[in-house]
């Protein structure tokens, strides 16, 4: 049984859904993509180097993936980020052998943290037309 000053504490710690949430860990706030570079590598496929900003706190809150949008909303691509950047701010990483579709002629990238899942800035950015050609956003 719970005494009320367990109860407060429950709250506190913020437990919800199932998930514990640890309140010095959430403060981080969500994953933004703050800069994309397209390259067009072939007729088909593209190479994408993002940017994520987020106040990674360690292994139990940072940013863990970005992912390439079509305009449909299917994932075209995404590059897994397998551990904290915490010192690392903002931080860049790459991913080659992007498969777009012909006719798409822009997509949107997105990022992921570990305790808000995907909701931060997004950029939308036009797609190379030409192989060899860079589009840069914002």
């Given at each position: 049984m719970?005494?009320?000053k367990s109860i407060v504490l429950w709250a506190f710690f913020g437990f919800c859904g199932g998930v514990f949430v640890d309140p010095a860990s959430s403060h981080a706030g969500e994953a933004d993509v703050v800069g994309v570079e397209a390259r067009k590598t072939?007729?088909?496929?593209?190479?994408?180097?993002?940017?994520?900003?987020?106040?990674?706190?360690g292994w139990d809150h940072y940013?863990?993936?970005?992912?390439?949008?079509g305009p449909d909303g299917v994932v075209l691509g995404e590059r897994i980020l397998?551990?904290?950047?915490?010192?690392e701010q903002p931080f860049t990483r790459s991913l080659s052998g992007v498969a777009?579709?012909?006719?798409?002629?822009?997509?949107?990238?997105?990022?992921?943290?570990?305790?808000?899942?995907?909701?931060?800035?997004?950029?939308?950015?036009?797609?190379?037309?030409?192989?060899g050609e860079v589009t840069t956003a914002p």
């Open positions: 719970m005494n009320s072939s007729d088909a496929t593209y190479r994408f180097s993002v940017t994520v900003a987020h106040a990674d706190t940013a863990d993936a970005w992912q390439v949008i397998a551990h904290p950047h915490v010192n777009i579709p012909n006719g798409i002629t822009s997509v949107i990238v997105r990022a992921r943290d570990l305790v808000h899942g995907f909701g931060g800035q997004e950029i939308a950015i036009n797609l190379p037309e030409q192989v």
